[in-house]
Structures are given as structure tokens and as C-alpha cells.
């Protein structure tokens, strides 16, 4: 099993060069509810830009995301929510998806919405699916009267529609038992499909310098093939993996011991099993944006022929106080 347990969001998912925060951040005695972070109102001039064609069948759109910050969000939750704009935009302005609701209740680094918004999204309209992106300028802006008080992002999503002859009643859901935890503290995970399926599970998280990792944690040793029924909801570790030793998942830091890490996990869903050329997130793609193995994954998968669903979830991991 690989060291770690993470979870979603999006994921996230950055790209680009890492922006110091100007805020020095601490670990709570314990993570609070927070006031939801609010769509900065200079977002409505924002517009998205259709750019060019990926040879891999996306369309690459530009768009730009912006969220009015105050003393105690930290980077990371602020970036999670300008990408969430900046993909809802994007979104938008390729397929004609309106965002009619913004489910933005953070908890205190915890990036739930960030990309389990954009999964709800095309599980509920199915338009189509980003297979890959990259954060090309981001950082805190000041407004008059207020030093660092926006977060501002410029995103580019390779954006693909779904096929006509997708299958709209196949869809896949992960949980997770905890979204805030301090490092060693355990966790379950829980997937439903509406099919029979196979699962993939994938952690990425943030390895600094503005890099991030993705690892595979299913197929593992302790589930060498995860298969789950239609409506029927798997929890892992399962009866089998705590036979071989894996009571729960703990939730470790990244080696370099930030205060606090906001870690992705996706779940993959196909009706036929993948071969590893396809699931395996450390084999490269020669046009993937970032060397996290997360959109090398994905494009495989868009190139495929292969039927399949995706969702995510976030946690945040804390240092323990």
C-alpha cells in the first residue's frame, strides 16, 4: 500500500510555479467550519477563451478564476476556489454549461468542491469531461483599500464533450469517512456505481516547488482487482484487505511536513478491466501538461474505447497540533 491516504479534489491537480502566501500558517487546535469564500465581484467581467485543438481530441479553453479571501484562508484553499471558477468558466463557455449553484462551504483547508462541484456537474448534464490543465498565473491581488485580499487564478482545461453514444446511466460515487484529519489519524473510503464495474483509486497530492504526484492505491497488494456490483457500496479496506493486515488508512504527510495538506483522491470506474498502460499513472503521456501522472491517466483513457466514469473527493491532512 503506498504511505499515504488523500483524497480529492482536483485534486486537485496544479500546475504552474508555487506563489508564497503572505500569511503565515498554523495548524488549528481544531479545523473549523468557515463562512463560505465568495466569487470576487470583478469575476463577472471574466471571460473564457477558446484556444486551440489538442491532437488528442480536447479543445484547450483560457479562463480565469477569482475569490475574495480574508485573514483565515490559507493559499491552498483560496487557489482551490479560484480553479473551481476558472474550470465552472470554461465549462461554460465549450459546452454551454451553466453553474446554476456554487457548493463553496469549505471547511478549514479542506477543498471539498473544488472538484467534487465539477464532478456533480457531469454526472448530473454529462457535457463532457477536462482531461488535462494547467495553471498558467496565479497569486494574491490587492484591490483599493485592501492589500492580498483576492486570489486570482488563469487556468487552461483541455475540455472533451462526451460521446453521443455514452452510457448517461453509468455513474460512480467515492466518500469519505473523515475530510479533516491530523496526520495518523484513520480513515475509510466508500465507492458506489450504478453498473457493475472495476476501480481504479488515485492520490494526488502536492510534493512542492509547485509539483504534484499522483499514486495508484487500488490495484494494490491488498486488492489486486477492486470489482463492485451495481448499487452496491464497496468499503475499503475491505474484509480481505484487513485479513492481510490493512485495518484502516492513515493519513500521513507529505515528507517535507507542510502545516497542512489538501490531497485528491479519484475514483476511475470502467465496465471492462484496464490494462496498466492505461491505469498506471507513472507511465508518461508525451502531451501531458504536469509530471503528476494524473491527466497522463486520463488522456489514455479519453483514446480509449473503454466505457468509464470518475469522481473525487478532498481531505486535508493537518501536522497535529
Not at 460521446?163 to 475530510?179: C, G, I, L, M
Not at 481504479?200 to 463492485?228: C, F
Request: glycine share 6%.
Amino acid at each position: 500500500m503506498n504511505r499515504r491516504l488523500a483524497v480529492a479534489l482536483c485534486g486537485l491537480l496544479l500546475a504552474g510555479c508555487r506563489t508564497a502566501s503572505p500569511r503565515k500558517e498554523e495548524a488549528p487546535v481544531q479545523p473549523e467550519v468557515l463562512a463560505p469564500l465568495t466569487v470576487a465581484p470583478e469575476s463577472a467581467d471574466f471571460e473564457a477563451r477558446v484556444l486551440e485543438k489538442d491532437p488528442e481530441g480536447c479543445t484547450w479553453v483560457e479562463s480565469e478564476g477569482a475569490v475574495t479571501v480574508g485573514s483565515n484562508e490559507t493559499r491552498s484553499q483560496a487557489e482551490a476556489a479560484a480553479i473551481q471558477e476558472a474550470r465552472n468558466l470554461a465549462l461554460k463557455k465549450l459546452l454551454g454549461v451553466k453553474v446554476t449553484n456554487r457548493f463553496m462551504s469549505f471547511q478549514s483547508e479542506s477543498m471539498r468542491g473544488q472538484d467534487v462541484l465539477v464532478s456533480d456537474i457531469t454526472q448530473a448534464i454529462r457535457p463532457g469531461r477536462e482531461i488535462d490543465m494547467r495553471v498558467v498565473d496565479k497569486g494574491y491581488r490587492s484591490v483599493a483599500g485592501c492589500r492580498d485580499c483576492r486570489y486570482y487564478v488563469r487556468l487552461r482545461s483541455c475540455i472533451v464533450p462526451e460521446a453521443d453514444t455514452a452510457d448517461r446511466d453509468f455513474s460512480v460515487e467515492v466518500k469519505v469517512s473523515r475530510e479533516v484529519l491530523y496526520e495518523g489519524d484513520s480513515a475509510t473510503l466508500e465507492i458506489t456505481a450504478s453498473k457493475d464495474c472495476y476501480i481504479y483509486l488515485y492520490d494526488t497530492y502536492d510534493v512542492g516547488g509547485g509539483k504534484k504526484r499522483t499514486d495508484l492505491l487500488i490495484p494494490s497488494q491488498y486488492a489486486p482487482e477492486a470489482r463492485v456490483r451495481a448499487g452496491k457500496t464497496w468499503v475499503f479496506p475491505d474484509e480481505e484487505a484487513k485479513k492481510l493486515g490493512l485495518m484502516a488508512l492513515e493519513a500521513q504527510l507529505p515528507a517535507d511536513k507542510p502545516v497542512v495538506s489538501v490531497e485528491e483522491i479519484r475514483v476511475i470506474a470502467s465496465k471492462t478491466p484496464l490494462p496498466a498502460k492505461i491505469h498506471d499513472p507513472k507511465i508518461p503521456n508525451p502531451r501531458q501538461s504536469d509530471d503528476s501522472g494524473r491527466s497522463a491517466v486520463l488522456r489514455r483513457l479519453n483514446s480509449s474505447r473503454v466505457e468509464w466514469v470518475e469522481d473525487s473527493a478532498a481531505i486535508s491532512i493537518f501536522q497535529k497540533p
